[in-house]
Nanobody, 126 residues
Framework: QVQLVESGGGSVQSGGSLTLSCQYSGSTVRPYCMGWFRRGLMKEREGVAV???????FYIGSVKGRFSVSRDSAKNTVYLDMNNLQPEDTAVYSC????????????????????WGQGTQVTVSS
């Protein structure tokens, strides 16, 4: 069973940066897809970035050019580098694992993600 643990959240001022990490265990599936989702207060969950099994990436428009997703397979870890953070980026960020997604050209349907992390809070103040 895949287990995901996020870390790296915190509080920053507008324009600041944070790097989130998602360490996974319990699976030897290669390649795999990992998505980053967020849910702000009183908002619906939205996918913000994803890295496919073939290392393709996709970002939603509001974070494109500011966020970057990458993986270190040797460390079983996927990262989300977030730069120029804005108050509207405030949310609980979660990573999610999908073993069946290879190439990504958009955020895959939530139903394809088999495991989710517990989430980490990111707060951006103006």
């Amino acid at each position: 069973q895949v287990q995901l643990v996020e870390s790296g959240g915190g509080s920053v001022q507008s324009g600041g940066s944070l790097t989130l990490s998602c360490q996974y265990s319990g699976s030897t599936v290669r390649p795999y897809c990992m998505g980053w989702f967020r849910r702000g207060l009183m908002k619906e969950r939205e996918g913000v970035a994803v890295i496919g099994g073939d290392d393709s990436t996709f970002y939603i428009g509001s974070v494109k050019g500011r966020f970057s997703v990458s993986r270190d397979s040797a460390k079983n870890t996927v990262y989300l580098d977030m730069n120029n953070l804005q108050p509207e980026d405030t949310a609980v960020y979660s990573c999610a694992f999908a073993s069946s997604v290879l190439n990504v050209r958009n955020i895959p349907p939530v139903g394809l993600f088999e495991a989710w992390g517990q989430g980490t809070q990111v707060t951006v103040s103006s």
